[in-house]
């Protein structure tokens, strides 16, 4: 049996928690399509969102054992996960829940579920590049206030991303990074934008164990909003609700922890709890008050490192 050492074992240095979007060793985008859409099925953009702002987080998981030297870089977890089943929904449904981390020729790409980015700059304080994500929609057969309201299909996003990193240990504990994504539709489901922005901190990183915690606000635009959030009076109709016309703001706030632990060099497992609360003319919306404006994620993956 091969012998294992300290550094053999050590936490990813840049993994703070799961959802989120790892920043160094692999930043989200072609990890993505790499895994080709495995998370393909998703029920609720929740996830997606969760996801991008949870962004340095898995960085804490996923980057587990990269100190070692010589050790293996890249990284991959698949698992299992419950989300909404739409915006505002207070049902939920399970998920895969998929994170990668893979760099190569100075790039560094990462994916968290449905969101994946690069990050140009490779191993650096700044983190700049492209995002592309994934917005699942919502149909009758999720239940709830759905059956009566129109199906909205798929949604792709795309985007960029700025951060920056500072302060922490040699191991990366103690370390906090600023994060603003924005995203646009361009699948014309609402032909809308939104931006996030996102701050995570590393609690904790040892040989064996990582914990981060992060905090996200979300601005959505007019039309955004109106897709996921909004009753026509024809829906009004069909379903009983009142119509609603929601323009732009903040959609909504959140947080979440991220933990991981390392097995040895190559395997571990990670986990991860998020929880977003619907505000403004979103948290108005007739969908929200017959469902949720707290809107509960969380999975856990079996991650591997090579």
């Not at 993505?32 to 969760?50: E, K, N």
């Not at 895969?96 to 980015?117: C, H, L, Q």
């Not at 709890?273 to 948290?283: E, H, K, P, T």
Request: hydrophobic residues 40%; glycine residues 14%.
């Amino acid at each position: 049996m091969e012998e294992q050492t300290e550094a053999d074992v050590l936490i990813c240095e840049d993994c703070p928690a799961v959802p989120t979007i790892s920043r160094r060793r692999l930043n989200g985008l072609p990890a993505l399509l790499a895994i080709s859409f495995l998370v393909a099925g998703l029920p609720s953009c929740a996830w997606a969102q969760d996801a991008s702002t949870a962004g340095g987080h898995a960085d804490v998981a996923a980057q587990a054992g990269s100190d070692a030297p010589q050790g293996p870089m890249n990284f991959i977890a698949v698992g299992v996960g419950v989300a909404p089943k739409y915006p505002g929904a207070k049902s939920y449904s399970p998920v895969p829940f998929i994170a990668a981390d893979i760099t190569g020729k100075g790039v560094e790409i990462s994916m968290r579920g449905p969101n994946i980015r690069a990050n140009l700059l490779g191993d650096s304080a700044f983190s700049i590049g492209p995002v592309a994500g994934l917005n699942f929609g919502r149909s009758q057969s999720d239940g709830g206030v759905a059956r009566n309201l129109p199906k909205i299909s798929d949604e792709i996003d795309l985007g960029g991303y700025a951060a920056y990193r500072f302060g922490g240990n040699e191991r990366g504990q103690g370390q906090l990074e600023l994060e603003v994504t924005a995203l646009r539709d361009v699948s014309h489901t609402s032909n809308g934008f939104t931006v996030n922005g996102d701050v995570s901190y590393i609690l904790l990183r040892s040989f064996r164990w990582s914990l981060g915690a992060d905090a996200n606000l979300t601005y959505a635009s007019s039309r955004t909003l109106r897709t996921y959030f909004g009753i026509t009076p024809a829906s009004a109709l069909a379903s009983g609700l009142i119509p609603y016309s929601p323009t732009g703001g903040v959609r909504d706030v959140g947080g979440g922890l991220t933990a991981g632990y390392q097995f040895n060099r190559r395997w571990g497992v990670i986990s991860r709890f998020g929880y977003n609360y619907l505000v403004g003319d979103a948290a108005k919306s007739p969908i929200v008050k017959a469902g949720s404006r707290g809107q509960l994620l969380g999975g856990v993956a079996l991650s591997y490192r090579f």
